[in-house]
DNA sequence: CAGTGAGCGAGCTTCCGCTTGACTT
């Protein structure tokens, strides 16, 4: 039995650990936070200080079982959590829950898992720091009240659609891409003319080439652009002057998990979470560092290492020590950066993906302790004898290669045009050049880039928002929620014009001519828009909450985090401070705020006059025609992507309230084509057959219509590989592999056994195999606390509302008549109403009730 | 499961940051 425990918070951590330290300890993990906030609303006593109320989750209470065990057998405990905020915490909960002494229990802490720093901590060991874990207290309650008080306002306010949440990092995520649509929106598109030159000449071999130049400055009008090319009808060409200048290139600094997720996403094309999870992976088998940091340092030892690997492998030339500084001021620095654990492995992960994110890290890493690459640029001005103005030419030679030994291929695949930096062939102060022809080429402007998720990522952490660990989660909310969604665009063909003037030695020579040429423009891969509910979610709490989904929130509240974590100021004050004047807005916002629907008026209706309106409704984005007072009811049309609220016209809007239409015959039978409450789909013998999302179903003809039902059908067949006693018992394919269907049932099939050849016995046998496993709970309805009575296990029950007793059954209310008793009704009769609703129709029941 | 769009009802949701598996159809 060891006397010493030591607890860090990863799993693949503490088995590293414990072989440097070997048999004296034990080291375990607790796998992060053991406790947080319970999810009731009032887990933070506002009257009394904040103090807050904690618990153990569900799926952590094995692990302090067994934490529980280790410490009680151990003479002592030492808590190696991360040296942050959140380690800190971590510790003191883990004394809190483990009954540890306080001022006994050992803290250490170390940024790097050797075994220097880890022998250096344990011979260092402190107490916790209770000012840090106040920080971090500080930062978990501010977060709970922020998401916790303003998530139902949007419930009440603007929809119950989806599930609609608000919180200090989330919302602001949602800002920005917000933000930068409506920048791209009002763009106002403008062009200019770029005048590019060709020479020939010869090149040192005495091969003819060709000489690019350009001129510096740009026309706005084609006019201007013309005018210059004529005047250079018949000009002379001359170097004038030639600039040779030394430059160099250093490498960027080791990956932390935001720069990684970025060039993962340009290089590999990764989305974050991707990037995350083959990380997690590589991390696991011991291949890299810990993959969720946002620090740039590296170990002693690893630079020790990678200076051995890079002077074995390219010489001493290409090695430079070099220790980088973190530039984000949130930076925590509780890890090293991600870098490859063993230098010397080239190649590690058992899939592509893995293999070609650790080669990445591999190589950004390497490249990071190796020396600048030198560089030559030459600057060549070329005089025309009509006109002032001058041409550029420029060349860039690589004299030492350095980094970019193992970065250039990397380079070359980056996602920015890169200029073409060319070799530039022998030339001399004074020589002539033949020209043969020059351009004057329109070119646009270009709106800001939308965000990907990496880019994203990339500005929440200039602005401090969201942590290593928390950057791919926030990414995939802001989706879940129906905030922001990535998508592709196709682009679309633009007009420009190109004006050549060809030189004095080509077959038609001194002409100039004009034509107008087309370019894609407007392609986007894989980035982020706003929904309307991202817009209409935004522009409320932008209106009532500015203080808090204002950019320099987090930044300002951090500082007073930080002087809690300094014993300057105390964490309860600091939250009062905060929560007093934001509750009033709160409160304010609950009484007078309107609705919120983003409604914008379109225009009439040309035949009736009516007003066209679009607005987020019940279900999501519609259009309306007419209002709820006039004498006929409004009609009504779902919006559906890639049309929106905020860009649909009058015509488009009209457009949609064609359908249903009939769109031909299949099988002798029509097809009708419309949208429902599951999306756009093809209606065709009684069955219904849903389109792929984003398509339009006014553009959907008859062959489309039929493919989309035939694919389906197709479908359907592969997913069933065998069916037993007329289909009652059923093996299909399913997303996650083949599964037993029976009934409402579904079995999972063992790996070991073949879904092919599995017999009806065998499914018998799997499926009372899991029925013992986990034994029926049985399918009673939760019976409310405002029931009044309940029969048949709860299908029917009658209730006590807010405006009066009634009956709840098969998901419809039926309001008790005057007469009835709630408390003595019998089944039979709560029948017999059930049976009148469903049999009188809706309709006619709302008329009665109105006259 | 398929054209809903005030007519309510109870009870549910929700935050951010640490960390892994368990689980889904």
Redesign the pocket.
């Known amino acids: 039995m060891s006397k010493n425990l030591l607890i860090v918070?990863?799993?693949?951590k503490a088995k590293t650990i414990e072989n440097i330290l070997g048999k004296d300890f034990t080291v375990v993990s607790c796998?992060?936070?053991i406790r947080?906030?319970p999810?009731e609303?009032n887990a933070i006593d506002v009257n009394n200080n904040f103090i807050p109320t904690y618990i153990i989750p569900d799926?952590k209470k094995q692990v302090v079982k067994e934490l529980t065990r280790l410490a009680k057998s151990a003479s002592d405990v030492w808590l190696a959590t991360?040296e942050?905020?959140?380690g800190e915490a971590i510790s003191w909960h883990l004394c809190e829950v483990l009954g540890l002494d306080e001022k006994k229990t050992k803290r250490i802490v170390f940024h790097e898992i050797t075994k220097p720093a880890i022998l250096k901590a344990v011979q260092n060991p402190r107490i916790i720091n209770r000012n840090v874990v106040d920080a971090q207290q500080a930062r978990?309650v501010v977060?709970?009240l922020v998401?916790?008080k303003i998530?139902?306002i949007l419930?009440r306010k603007i929809a119950r659609q989806g599930?609609l949440?608000?919180?200090?990092?989330?919302?602001v995520a949602v800002r920005l891409v917000v933000e930068r649509e409506r920048e791209i929106e009002q763009f106002k598109v403008s062009s200019y003319y770029k005048i590019t030159a060709q020479f020939k000449i010869k090149d040192a071999s005495g091969k003819q080439v060709l000489l690019k130049a350009e001129l510096p400055e740009t026309f706005s009008q084609e006019k201007d652009a013309r005018q210059f090319l004529e005047k250079c009808i018949g000009a002379v060409f001359t170097i004038e002057k030639i600039e040779v200048k030394p430059a160099k290139k250093s490498p960027a600094p080791p990956f932390t998990t935001s720069t990684l997720q970025q060039d993962a996403s340009r290089k590999l094309g990764f989305s974050v979470a991707q990037t995350m999870q083959i990380a997690?992976k590589l991390y696991e088998a011991g291949k890299i560092t810990y993959m969720?940091t946002d620090s740039t340092n590296l170990s002693d030892t690893a630079r020790q290492a990678m200076g051995k690997q890079i002077t074995e492998e390219y010489g001493p030339k290409y090695w430079q020590e070099r220790q980088y500084k973190t530039k984000s001021d949130s930076a925590?620095e509780a890890h090293e950066a991600i870098r490859p654990t063993y230098f010397d492995v080239r190649n590690a992960g058992d899939t592509t993906d893995e293999k070609k994110l650790y080669e990445l890290i591999w190589k950004r890493a390497m490249a990071s302790q190796m020396s600048d690459a030198q560089l030559e640029r030459t600057i060549v001005d070329i005089g025309i004898s009509t006109q002032p103005e001058k041409l550029q030419a420029k060349g860039e030679v690589i004299k030492f290669d350095g980094f970019l030994k193992l970065y250039i291929e990397s380079a070359l695949d980056d996602e920015e045009e890169n200029e073409e930096e060319t070799i530039l062939p022998p030339l001399k102060v004074g020589q002539t050049l033949d020209l043969k022809q020059m351009l004057a080429t329109e070119r646009f402007k270009r709106p800001p880039a939308r965000y990907n998720e990496a880019s994203l990522v990339r500005n929440l952490e200039e602005l401090g928002?969201?942590?290593?660990?928390?950057y791919a989660p926030i990414i995939s909310?802001i989706q879940q929620?129906g905030y922001v969604v990535k998508e592709n665009r196709e682009g679309e063909l633009r007009p420009f014009r190109i004006l050549t003037l060809t030189g004095p030695a080509e077959s038609k020579p001194n002409t100039l001519t004009a034509i107008t040429d087309k370019e894609k423009t407007g392609v986007e891969k894989a980035k982020l828009f706003p929904t309307d509910m991202g817009r209409v979610v935004n522009d409320f709490l932008v209106k009532h909450f500015e203080n808090i989904v204002n950019y320099d929130f987090t930044a300002n509240i951090e500082k007073s985090f930080d002087e809690i974590a300094h014993g300057k100021k105390q964490w309860n004050k600091v939250i009062g401070e905060f929560y007093y004047p934001f509750n009033e807005t709160v409160e304010h916002t609950l009484k007078t705020a309107e609705r919120e629907t983003g409604e914008r008026m379109l225009g009439e209706e040309p035949q009736t006059g009516k007003p066209v309106v679009a607005r987020l409704?019940?279900?999501?984005p519609?259009i309306q025609i007419g209002s709820?007072e006039d004498e006929d009811k409004?009609r009504?049309?779902?919006v559906l992507p890639p049309l929106t609220l905020n860009s649909i016209t009058l015509e488009q809007a009209l457009e949609?309230?064609k359908?249903?239409k009939e769109i031909g015959v299949y099988e002798g039978k029509n097809m009708k084509v419309?949208?429902?409450?599951?999306?756009p789909?093809v209606l065709h013998n009684n069955k219904?057959y849903?389109l792929p999302k984003n398509t339009d179903p006014l553009l959907i003809n008859q062959e489309e219509a039929i493919a989309i039902i035939e694919a389906k059908k197709e479908a359907e067949a592969n997913k069933i590989i065998q069916s037993f006693e007329n289909g009652a018992i059923q093996i299909l394919n399913?997303?996650?592999?083949p599964?037993i269907k029976a009934g409402t049932q579904?079995v999972?099939i063992p790996k070991s056994k073949d879904p092919k050849t599995l017999t009806l016995q065998d499914c018998h046998d799997l499926i009372a195999e899991t029925e013992t496993k986990q034994p029926a709970t049985g399918k009673q309805a939760k019976v409310?606390?405002?029931a009044l009575q309940v029969f048949e296990n709860g299908s029917i029950q009658i209730?006590d509302?807010?405006?009066?007793p009634?009956i709840k059954a098969n998901g419809k209310?039926i309001?008790l008549p005057k007469n009835a008793d709630p408390k003595t009704i019998t089944l039979e009769e709560c029948k017999q109403l059930i049976a009148a609703v469903s049999s009188g129709g809706k309709k006619t029941s709302k008329k009665t009730a109105k006259s």
Do not use: C
């Not at 918070?9 to 693949?12: G, I, L, M, T």
């Not at 949440?165 to 919302?171: D, E, K, L, W």
């Not at 928002?465 to 928390?470: H, L, V």
């Not at 409704?617 to 999501?620: N, T």
């Open positions: 918070e990863s799993p693949a796998k992060g936070h947080d906030l999810k609303d799926d991360d942050d905020r959140e978990r977060d709970r998401g916790f998530s139902p419930w599930v949440s608000a919180g200090r990092v989330q919302s997690q969720r925590q928002i969201g942590r290593p660990s928390t909310t929620r409704g019940k279900f999501g519609m709820a409004p009504f049309a779902s949609l309230f359908l249903p419309g949208v429902g409450r599951f999306g789909y219904f849903s399913g997303k996650f592999g599964y579904n999972k409310p606390a405002n209730l509302g807010r405006y009066g009634y209310n309001t």
